[in-house]
């Protein structure tokens, strides 16, 4: 068997545009001797292969010797590393400032300390200009170190000055620190949990939320500290589904870029996903005007050379909106339309799967099955399901739990009762351990086993006075926050009534929405 492997410079190399790997061929003629003709060879091998296959690279390529390969491939990696960094700096303001900030420490290095001092003046003013706090730490420290050892502007409070700027700079990173953690744990606390599943969820989310830092950065005027601000209320209101709160600091969040475009080329992954925090809280509210106005500005910015020319832009903005794109098929009934995007979502979600997390997929495939359900075809709707459920993962532990959910559904929708009978023991076990299990799961799989035990299923009079029954317990839950989660996993009101009036799921929630409008 030949030696197969997910190699991180087979992954680099792949990861190039054109124009990279010609910028690269031209950054080693020009700066490598005759010795270095081998990592081109190295470089072209492996840019042929489709698969990194190490015994078939050393068969194709004699002059490189096993021994060598490893000495080779690390070489070549920091090579392509250094082009992209030259290629890149000016899309980069952190690059460019970290290249003075070397340019100012070789100028000390020399003696020239006048020189360093009025490049670091204009670097302080770079880093000011671009809320690039860390940065200007590293500036003031510089500038410290050439005061204190050479007396070179004698100014008589200079020392009082770089001190008080030292600890402005110093309590600012504190603040931006203390708030970054606390978002980070919010949502790492929904990357785990999913929604807030009880009342037990929401003492722990509160507690987070008592953080003094909250209170601290309140008045800030800083913009990473606002950022953060606006992050940690915005996942505190997804994951209490209080979709006002989301929407309200979803809006905050994507303000702050649009007062400050320049941000949106500095910190371009973070505005997009304010965007599509935006445009969730649109879908979750149910504003149809708001929510295709905010995909329309997606979409706009995507067109942008600040995506079009990062690959992390490009991915990340493939993510949002495609799953944009499909909500607003769920909110408009238009099910089987959504269908047709799947082909082209497949293929570019099969290219950029070894750069996509685990949650990003699995989130995909969930939304898939759901289009497919919606637009009633179950059978391949679990297809999909099955991906999620077989994906050993300790992840999102709500996401695994409503794939079994409508797993079960739809092999109830299909008329498999023994399956139904089998699966439904074993996916009220899984919530259950899973703490997962709120009043709707619980009214939910009290009616499929007294379907199974009556054998209802068969008997039109049986099962439209239960699918009734079932409504009137369930539609009084919609409204309940701790509840109304698996309503938003699945729209299990919109199902049922679509077995009362024998119509499709998708022209029930289209005629709803068109009501609406």
């Given at each position: 068997m030949p030696k197969l492997s997910s190699d991180a410079l087979f992954s680099l190399i792949k990861s190039l545009e054109k124009g990279e790997k010609r910028s690269f061929k031209t950054y080693v003629s020009r700066n490598?001797?005759?010795?270095?003709?081998?990592?081109?060879?190295?470089?072209?091998?492996?840019?042929?292969?489709?698969?990194?296959?190490?015994?078939?690279?050393?068969?194709?390529?004699?002059?490189?010797?096993?021994?060598?390969?490893?000495?080779?491939?690390?070489?070549?990696?920091?090579?392509?590393?250094?082009?992209?960094?030259?290629?890149?700096?000016?899309?980069?303001?952190?690059?460019?400032?970290?290249e003075q900030l070397d340019h100012a420490k070789i100028l000390y290095n020399k003696g020239l300390y006048w020189q360093a001092l009025r490049l670091l003046d204009k670097i302080k003013t770079i880093t000011k200009q671009n809320n690039q706090v860390t940065y200007l730490?590293?500036?003031?420290?510089?500038?410290?170190?050439?005061?204190?050892?050479?007396?070179?502007?004698?100014?008589?409070?200079?020392?009082?000055?770089?001190?008080k700027e030292i600890d402005e700079?110093?309590?600012?990173?504190?603040?931006?620190?203390?708030?970054?953690?606390?978002?980070?744990?919010?949502?790492?606390?929904?990357?785990?949990h999913g929604h807030a599943r009880n009342e037990e969820d929401r003492i722990q989310l509160e507690a987070l939320m008592q953080d003094p830092i909250i209170e601290r950065v309140k008045h800030s005027k800083g913009f990473y500290e606002r950022l953060y601000r606006y992050q940690c209320y915005c996942w505190y209101g997804f994951i209490l589904q209080d979709f006002l709160i989301y929407y309200r600091y979803g809006q905050k969040w994507v303000d702050l870029f649009e007062a400050d475009s320049n941000m949106q080329q500095i910190e371009s992954a973070q505005y997009i996903k304010g965007l599509h925090?935006?445009?969730?809280?649109?879908?979750?509210?149910?504003?149809?005007?708001?929510?295709?106005?905010?995909?329309?500005?997606?979409?706009?910015?995507?067109?942008?050379?600040?995506?079009?020319?990062?690959?992390?832009?490009?991915?990340?903005?493939?993510?949002?909106?495609?799953?944009?794109?499909?909500?607003?098929?769920?909110?408009?009934?238009?099910?089987?339309?959504?269908?047709?995007?799947?082909?082209?979502?497949?293929?570019?979600?099969?290219?950029?799967?070894p750069f996509l997390d685990s949650h990003r997929v699995l989130t995909f495939y969930y939304k898939i099955a759901c289009l497919y359900f919606g637009a009633g075809e179950a059978s391949t709707a679990i297809d999909y399901l099955n991906r999620i459920i077989n994906w050993k993962l300790n992840l999102r532990d709500d996401l695994q739990c409503y794939a079994r959910l409508l797993h079960l559904i739809a092999h109830f929708e299909l008329g498999n009762m023994d399956t139904v009978a089998y699966l439904s023991k074993s996916v009220y076990r899984f919530m259950a351990k899973m703490n997962n299990l709120s009043t709707v799961e619980e009214v939910l799989f009290l009616f499929i086993k007294e379907r199974i035990q009556s054998g209802a299923i068969?008997?039109?009079?049986?099962?439209?006075?239960?699918?009734?029954?079932?409504?009137?317990?369930?539609?009084?839950?919609?409204?309940?926050?701790?509840?109304?989660?698996?309503?938003?996993?699945?729209?299990?009101?919109?199902?049922?009534?679509?077995?009362?009036?024998?119509?499709?799921?998708?022209?029930?929630?289209?005629?709803?929405?068109?009501?609406?409008?």
């Open positions: 490598s001797g005759s010795g270095d003709l081998k990592i081109i060879q190295l470089f072209d091998a492996l840019d042929k292969m489709k698969v990194y296959d190490e015994e078939e690279l050393l068969k194709k390529n004699e002059s490189i010797q096993k021994q060598q390969l490893s000495n080779l491939k690390a070489h070549l990696y920091d090579q392509i590393l250094s082009s992209l960094r030259i290629v890149k700096q000016n899309e980069n303001i952190d690059l460019q400032i970290h730490l590293q500036v003031l420290f510089l500038e410290k170190k050439i005061e204190s050892l050479h007396i070179t502007r004698s100014m008589k409070d200079r020392a009082e000055q770089l001190s700079v110093n309590e600012r990173l504190d603040l931006i620190a203390k708030i970054s953690n606390l978002s980070l744990q919010l949502y790492s606390w929904y990357i785990q925090n935006l445009i969730n809280a649109h879908f979750d509210l149910r504003n149809t005007d708001k929510l295709c106005s905010s995909i329309n500005k997606l979409e706009a910015f995507i067109e942008t050379p600040i995506v079009q020319n990062n690959n992390n832009n490009l991915i990340q903005s493939f993510v949002y909106l495609y799953i944009a794109k499909i909500n607003q098929h769920f909110l408009q009934g238009t099910f089987s339309e959504g269908l047709k995007m799947i082909p082209t979502m497949e293929a570019q979600l099969k290219e950029l799967e068969h008997q039109p009079q049986q099962i439209t006075k239960a699918f009734e029954n079932l409504i009137e317990k369930l539609k009084p839950l919609e409204s309940n926050k701790l509840e109304s989660r698996a309503f938003m996993y699945l729209d299990i009101i919109s199902w049922l009534e679509s077995k009362l009036e024998n119509k499709d799921v998708q022209s029930i929630i289209k005629e709803k929405f068109l009501l609406k409008k």
